[in-house]
């Protein structure tokens, strides 16, 4: 695995984020030394979904209005079925999504994660996953949805759920160590 030491990444979400979409791919990027910060719409922290009821709260590194999607290597998109519903009626959240897939930059979203990639209109065409409740969605803008536990396509991650967060980290790490993708 290549130095990932000089990388940092953005997890953005807002509140109702599903609590080991973010705190595991936070983990495994911050272990190999990757500068891991939470953006949000939200000023200073966001609350998390466990399973079925609210988890813990984590501290907001960066509010959306003040993030700049230059100074990142890298964007996350945890699920959950809140976090993704509001960031989707945001146009801030897409624009700053906007500008990773504009970049080739690695974009790595689980579960319901994708359903904010949507609103950028730039997946069409791509392979992906997702949470089965969101496949028709993602099938509607274009993609070429599979049931598979990680897919990958030109450094853009989607998994399906929980379950699969180990080959998520692990493609997720990759994606970041290779970089930009044409």
């Excluded at 984020?17 to 949000?40: C, H, N, R, Y």
């Excluded at 945001?90 to 609103?119: D, S, W, Y």
Aim: contains cysteine; charged residues 25%.
């Amino acid at each position: 695995m290549p130095d990932l030491k000089n990388m940092k990444v953005a997890i953005l979400t807002e509140n109702g984020f599903e609590q080991s979409e973010l705190t595991s791919p936070k983990d495994a990027m911050e272990k190999a030394g990757v500068k891991v910060e939470i953006v949000s719409p939200q000023s200073k922290e966001v609350k998390a979904w466990d399973v079925d009821n609210w988890g813990i709260t984590v501290p907001v590194d960066v509010t959306l209005d003040k993030a700049n999607p230059e100074s990142y290597d890298g964007l996350m998109l945890p699920g959950g079925v809140l976090n993704p519903d509001k960031l989707r009626t945001n146009q801030k959240a897409i624009t700053f999504v906007k500008h990773f897939l504009e970049h080739g930059k690695p974009v790595a979203a689980i579960c319901h994660g994708p359903q904010t990639l949507i609103e950028t209109e730039m997946i069409e065409g791509k392979k992906m996953t997702s949470y089965p409740a969101i496949k028709t969605d993602l099938i509607n803008a274009g993609v070429n949805w599979v049931d598979e536990e990680v897919v990958v396509d030109h450094g853009l991650v989607t998994s399906r759920s929980p379950k699969d967060l180990k080959a998520f980290n692990k493609k997720l790490l990759e994606e970041l160590a290779e970089g930009v993708h044409a």
